[in-house]
């Protein structure tokens, strides 16, 4: 592999390995400012994947889209005290503009509850208007200490949902049923096994009255939190004075939600799938689902391209994202490492004397054998090997979970677990004993998922009796 | 019509027109802070119909999505001379992030030359880089000093290509190509009449060599300008050091274009086409493009909704955006005017007698007859109906905008002209005399269209030879 092409292993630095990927791969570069990305063209049109599949989804259960403002008055976030400690530290804020000092100094929105919370007050008014059920995708801005590319960085681009209900019970349904479709972005187009369940008192949104979160396991063991859904009660209801009048005729407030998902999907697509040789993308994501690599000569250039172009031309038709790499100054090998690296699933090579006997070669980024088809069935097939690639990245996903999640009801089984996966074991779910946990392991509950089955026992750190009536997932987490 | 569906006429007050149009349609509102807008779902709709037949012919043409950082140094701005000049008034500056005052503040993007050739700088090194051709989809924050929704927003959406090329040529040709998709947009899809040509020096882009913009007549007779695409020259590659070394072993400097499309097409959209009664949408990009208004009463209600739902069924079925207002506590003539409001291009009135006879009425915006349809032949016959809608509402803005326009040679009636209409005048390209003519007449040069005859003549101002070997389209503008 040529020098430029080669990355960090994972065992010898995971870190490494992730900054290499990411930049060598061509999905981001550093922007001159700390802190911000680059989304290159081949990053980004991972990211349009995703984003066309979870619009998609969000628009099926109802949500229409809209955009508010960037900016936003700085006492707006004043009003919810919660929200406003924890955002506080990390805004951004803008103090002139227009040549002049501005009067009230104004944050560039890091989420947009407070100004969506200040409109909705004046758009609903009776019951009639509810639900109302918006999503946006925006750019927001969060100034982190220790900026990652896809994990944090000062401005990201998501999407964030907002809801408004007349009851609790719709608001708490809609708030699962959002942490739902993000688990089915994940497993079905991500290829990423997650579990769903319920962040603590500690690790919640600020302003919400419960998070309810998806985490994945990476090849290093470690969580990252993929998407969150947040139950707000009337706290924001509350604090942007958003009422309605009740079928019953009484003035009421509305219960809201809010929901997000990130470029740190990306991060997670990369960090769950990837090995040495780069990434590994899930086929229904990926901006190219099939590479081919025409192997020739000076004097078969021609022919070798020609049957390429005819099979890319098929291939296409066929529905499938293709790509055919006819660049003359680098050698078969040098693009076979390049197109690995870049975690292309399928790639396809083709040479002169396949030409001839009407079939071209077939190799997965998962590995196995090449293998020899027919020029004819080649396009038909391509789908339904896609699919198999995209079960056979989730089941290669889940089997790696599932060897590092352990039970552990002692703290320094549980300490020596935290090093290399996940810990499951019980928590007495007081703030201060997270936090020592937190201190003394650098691991985190990640969450209390819906799915573990109730069961009684005490908290693994300080013995004092369980609070969640079933365990708690710890782990170090990005 | 009930009040507060109520718009001012056109003719009574264009400017309060457009204001009640665009708030009771519910295109936008204002947000909290001045200058801003917030884009509501049905005017969000209009932007995400109008983006994806954008980005389709982005792509088509060769480029690829990419996303740049929002924060760009203050430096970065100054190392183009005209450039800083023109957008320093505007800016928008984060001096504090994270709890600190920053080292440098950081200008909010108000476009993204300037951290495109920074990057660029890094990423193109040889002939074989080139062309780049990016385009990104982004919110920009130019501080206005009057504005007004979708026209002049402090923040706004847009999309903004950015093109390096190894030739002079090459980035010209790229330059008027953008023009053209822009109004083909303009044209095929919001049924447009523009112009295109040549901005004059002192209207062109701040750090262009020349820029070329597509113009439109508003139904004041006042012009807008609905897309703009530079040509840079080596203006920015000298400033951010772009090379690349040339086939020739030489290093070069790269040449660039960009070009930009924004919101402001909606409020083209907007003041092109509405009438006294509100919107008036274009087919193609229109969120609702048929709806449909179920008559009943308390005993036909069930039997006339359930005709209408599944005439809905079928006309999705067709391909048409199609929605049925099934409202109880409206009347359908409130429903006729919500929707004639918000420019719905084709209604369907369908009562139980009608459900009966087995037909529905069809009623086009622009007016004439209601037709009784059959039920069965309705769905089908859609497509072909809006096609003409979108034909008819083309050929409606190309006479008003023929009556619209009058070759002046005589400095009163320039004047008289401009406060109707268009003039196409000769001039003798000076600043001085053009800014004259702005002080005088708030008249400015719109374009030197591309496809003005040749002719010679005197400047109707000053009467100098002429500069541009053609005529001149001067109004006021938008
Ligand atoms: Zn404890
Ligand atoms: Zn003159």
């Known amino acids: 592999m040529a020098k430029e092409q080669g990355v960090t292993p994972q065992s010898q630095d995971f870190s490494e390995w992730y900054i290499d990927v990411i930049q060598k791969a061509e999905l981001v570069d550093y922007g001159p400012v700390r802190g911000t990305m680059v989304m290159r063209p081949y990053g980004y049109a991972l990211w349009e994947n995703l984003q066309r599949e979870l619009d998609r989804m969000i628009k099926e259960t109802g949500h229409q889209n809209a955009y508010f403002p960037l900016f936003i008055p700085m006492s707006f976030l004043q009003k919810e005290a919660e929200h406003v400690e924890g955002f506080a530290p990390e805004l951004a804020v803008v103090t002139h503009a227009g040549g002049e000092e501005l009067e009230e100094p104004l944050a560039v929105r890091p989420t947009s509850e407070t100004v969506i919370g200040y409109m909705w007050s004046k758009w609903i008014g009776s019951w009639r208007d509810l639900p109302v059920l918006m999503n946006q995708w925006a750019n927001v801005v969060r100034w982190e200490k220790r900026p990652r590319p896809f994990l944090r960085t000062t401005e990201f681009l998501w999407q964030e949902g907002h809801t408004a209900h007349a009851t ?37 949104f600020a302003g919400a009255v419960y998070t309810t979160t998806i985490e994945a396991m990476m090849r290093d063991g470690k969580a990252l939190q993929a998407g969150t859904s947040h139950f707000l009660g009337q ?18 407030y509305v219960w809201t939600t809010s929901w997000g998902l990130s470029t740190r999907m990306i991060g997670a697509i990369i960090m769950a799938h990837g090995d040495d040789q780069g990434l590994i993308l899930p086929p229904k994501l990926a901006p190219v689902q099939v590479v081919i690599v025409p192997i020739y000569r000076k004097n078969t250039r021609e022919v070798v391209l020609e049957a390429a172009r005819a099979l890319a031309r098929e291939i296409r038709r066929a529905g499938v994202r293709v790509h055919t790499d006819d660049r003359d100054q680098y050698s078969p090998g040098y693009k076979f490492n390049e197109w690995e690296l870049k975690g292309v699933p399928l790639r396809i090579e083709i040479g002169p004397r396949d030409v001839e006997a009407g079939h071209a070669v077939l ?30 990245l989730y089941e290669r996903a889940l089997a790696f979970r599932e060897a590092g999640v352990r039970r552990v009801d002692d703290y320094d089984a549980f300490k020596a677990q935290v090093e290399q996966g996940f810990a499951a074991a019980f928590h007495c779910g007081e703030a201060a004993c997270e936090k020592a946990i937190q201190e003394e392991t650098k691991a985190t509950t990640r969450l209390i998922p819906f ?12 013995g004092k009796p369980s609070a969640y009536g079933k365990r708690v997932l710890f782990a170090k987490a990005y």
């Open 168 to 204: 609790r019970e719709e608001a708490e349904e809609e708030t699962r049923r959002m942490l739902g479709v993000y688990a089915k972005l994940a497993r079905d187009y991500a290829a990423i096994p997650v579990w769903e369940g319920m962040k603590t008192e500690k690790e919640k």
């Open 235 to 252: 706290n924001f209801a509350r604090a942007f004075e958003i009422t309605f009048q009740d079928q019953d005729l009484e003035e009421k």
């Open 363 to 392: 190799k997965s980024r998962l590995g196995g054998e090449k293998e020899f088809i027919g020029l004819r069935d080649l396009p038909g097939l391509l789908p339904e090997r896609l699919e198999a690639f995209h079960r056979a």
């Open 451 to 462: 799915d573990f089955p109730d069961e009684e026992g005490v908290c693994v750190r300080c």
